[in-house]
Each structure stands twice: as C-alpha cells, then as structure tokens.
C-alpha cells in the first residue's frame, strides 16, 4: 500500500517494536539473506582489524554486531526499537566478547543523538537493511564525518533499489533450451526515479508490514557525497541458497542487495 502522508519515526518504531521478537527468533545467527549477501558484503567493505572501534546503526537483533565483534572489534550496536535491544542483549550476553559489545538506544533521524556519540571517532560505522527503512537518512549522512577518524568508512547494505523494491513484479516464464524445459524468475519494473513510501512484508508470517521509503541509487549516494565523503566501494549480491516458489532462484543473474562504502578523507 502505498503511503501519501509524511510517517514519523514514532509510527515506524511502534510497529517494529512490535514485531522484533518476531524477527528475532527467525533471524537468530542469519538467514539466508544475511549469511550469503548483506553479511558477507558488509564484512568484505568493512575489511575489519581486531581493536577496531566501529558503529552498527540500526542493528536490529545484533547478528552483525556479535560477528563484528567476534572479529575483534569493540562495537557500538544502536537501534531505536528498545524491544529489538533487549533481544540483541539477551542473544548476546553468554558469548565469550559479549564486553566488547555496547547496546545504546538510537534514533538515527536524531542529528542531536548523533552529535552526542562524537567524542571518541570510529574507525567504521555500518548500517545494514536499515536506510530503507528512515524515512530522513540526510542526519546520519550529514553527522558521518565528525563521528569517524580520518581515512574512516562508513558502509551501508541496502535492497537493491533497482530490483529489490515493493512494488516489483515477479514474472516465472518457461522456455525450452537444448531440448530442457527451464523455468525463471525475472523481474518486470515500471518505477524507478519516483521515491515511493509505502507499507510491505520484510518477513513472511511476520504481524505487521513495516514502512519502507525507497530512493534511487543517486539519492542514497548524493548525501554522504555533499557531506565531503569520498565513494572507494560498491557491491551488488544476489541471494544464494534454497529459494520459495515465485522468488529470484539461488543461480539468477539479478542483484537483490546493493551495498557502498565511503571514506571520510585523512586530511
């Protein structure tokens, strides 16, 4: 459904609150989703060295921060939803580096919050299947360079906004190959440059759609480029592994995540 009125971060973070344990007990150590695309895209663009000091915005059940930290980094994991915190906290606290994991209340729309975490610079800050779902990313953008030390990266996994959108028609076609009948799933797009804020399902049985505020690729990137960042990293992943009727089968050829990184310049 699409949504014609501003939403405001209240609206979104009740209706997260009120399913993250939901996501919590089904995401629990990755899903498909996270363990062969957005992890291992975050990981490989985040290039990670034990006693690294690095930001997750928007960390929902902490999957990404316990990784990290098993890693070696000491991570600062926030969220806005205090019930997707407790969970994190709870999954995380018997593990042997849970210390070097920081749980804090965020909301990443909040430029003042942000100013608040800038006494002592990141060496990275990542955000992983979270700006789709802000309705302003122009503050976390805007507060990027003041919260990393120079030569710092920031790194974002994103749906991919060219084939991984709400409103995308899945399309199953079958043809004859070499005397074989195959079967494939494409997708047929009718919108791109207009921003669309609408209400859909990021998990299957889930109890309520969330909001998701889709932007081009220009509009994710143009940002972090005002504020002085320099783009040096860009992935698209495609999601591999067992795959439902009617959905992108593990071996086709079209990108579900997209996933950039910036660095804040050494001078």
């Known amino acids: 459904m699409t949504i014609d009125q501003p939403v405001s971060v209240a609206e979104t973070r009740e209706i997260w609150d009120a399913k993250a344990r939901f996501w919590d007990e089904r995401m629990g150590e990755g899903n498909a989703w ?5 992890g291992p895209a975050a990981e490989e663009l985040l290039a990670i060295t034990p006693g690294d000091r690095v930001l997750d915005v928007g960390c929902g059940n902490g999957v990404l921060a316990r990784r990290l930290a098993g890693l070696g980094a000491a991570v600062t994991a926030t969220d806005f939803s205090q019930v997707f915190l407790d969970a994190a906290r709870e999954r995380s606290a018997s593990l042997p580096y849970a210390d070097r994991i920081t749980w804090r209340l965020l909301d990443a729309t ?3 919050a942000l100013r608040d975490l800038t ?9 992983t299947m979270a700006l789709q779902d802000m309705p302003e990313i122009g503050p976390l953008a805007a507060a990027t360079p003041t919260l990393l030390r120079p030569g710092g990266r920031f790194v974002a996994v994103i749906p991919h906004p060219c084939f991984n959108t ?11 190959v070499n005397g074989e009948m195959l079967t494939e799933v494409g997708i047929r ?3 791109y440059l207009t921003p669309l804020t609408s209400l859909g ?11 998701y505020f ?3 690729v220009s ?20 999601v591999r592994g067992p795959s439902r009727p009617g959905s992108l089968a593990p071996e086709s050829d079209l990108p579900v995540i997209l996933a950039f990184r910036f660095r804040r310049g050494t001078s």
Do not use: C
Not at 166 to 176: C, I, K, L, S
């Open 34 to 38: 996270h363990l062969t695309a957005v």
């Open 110 to 112: 909040d430029g003042a």
């Open 119 to 127: 006494a002592e610079p990141f060496d990275a800050i990542v955000t």
């Open 166 to 176: 709400v409103d995308a028609v899945r399309v199953t076609e079958t043809r004859e």
């Open 189 to 191: 797009i009718s919108r």
């Open 201 to 211: 399902v990021g998990m299957r049985g889930e109890p309520r759609p969330h909001h």
């Open 214 to 216: 889709e932007r081009t």
């Open 219 to 238: 509009a994710y990137l143009a940002p972090w480029l005002a504020a002085g960042m320099v783009l040096d990293g860009l992935q698209e992943r495609p």
